[in-house]
């Protein structure tokens, strides 16, 4: 039995919904034929964008991103660790990547999300190849302390936490992320009697006989920054920046990530039955060339406004 013929001209709100609902790839396919998405955006165009830094007051550095709908807030917290033996002037960076069950309905009550451990590692590996941190400046004493940073998105510890999940995940986390060490304040410390690293609050300063390891708090140097654009290829066709119900219907997703030099950092693509054919991977590229310097624009204006405050 084949489908139902439905009129060209859909008469209600109803009728388009069910249409929707029924046959979305077709549902789908007929906006792309007029180079138009269902939300009304052109097929490379992606959607609204916002940071907000400084979004957890008791982080060390935080930001809420929302690309549409897709919300990620990431909190730092800064740790003092001791740095391993084979890299004693080095402290080191963890990723965390949570997605609770009401960022979205697949996702159940005491069941991690397949999406966690994948975004973490991305994350992860994509920091480790842009080298945008120098993980010596996060050294304190040599072979004795250093900085952990641990994004739960020194030891720097960074949660990152995905609070609605509508498409896109890994370009929202790694924009939070960056936008979070953008905005992180290394916190000032000492040396104790006993030889051990302490947090030196502001009260503290005043008192304080020793001498601090690092006199007053300071921003984070980061280098060859990352970006990152996720695309659908569906036939001939490129759809920029996806929706979760675009990536459910159509299934081969590429993600771009550059850093702010136009470098290419990571190309990943997670299967699907589309080809990634050289021009089509060209394109991807090209549009997230594009959208590097409208992110850029985005983090810059949002660490103006917080200096201006």
Known sequence: MGLPNVSEDLSSEMEVDAFRRLFPLRYFERHLAESIRPDG??????RETSIFLGAVASANGSALVKIGS??????IKMEVMTPSLESPDEGCLAIDFHMPPICSPIVRPGRPAEASPVVSKQLSDTFSSS??????????????AAWMAYLNAAFIMQDIYCLDADGALFDAALLSAVASLSHLQIPVVAMNDDGKIVLVSEEDGQKREQEPVNKEKR???????PFSLTCILHKNYILADPTAEEESIMETHVTVVLD???QLISLYKPGGP???YTSAIQD??????????????????ANSAMEVE
């Not at 955006?41 to 992606?46: E, V, W």
């Not at 945008?132 to 304190?140: A, F, G, H, T, V």
């Not at 921003?219 to 920054?225: A, D, E, F, G, Q």
Request: hydrophobic residues 40%; glycine residues 6%; aromatic residues 2%.
């Open 284 to 301: 991807c590229a090209a549009l997230t060339r594009q959208r590097v310097k409208e992110l850029k624009s985005f983090l810059d204006k």
């Open 260 to 262: 702010t030099s136009g």
């Open 219 to 225: 921003k984070l140097t980061l280098r060859s920054i």
């Open 70 to 75: 897709t919300t990620i807030l990431t909190a």
């Open 41 to 46: 955006r052109p097929l490379g165009k992606a």
């Open 274 to 276: 589309v080809l990634a």
């Open 131 to 144: 080298k945008m941190i120098d993980l010596k400046e996060l050294s304190l004493v040599s072979g004795k």
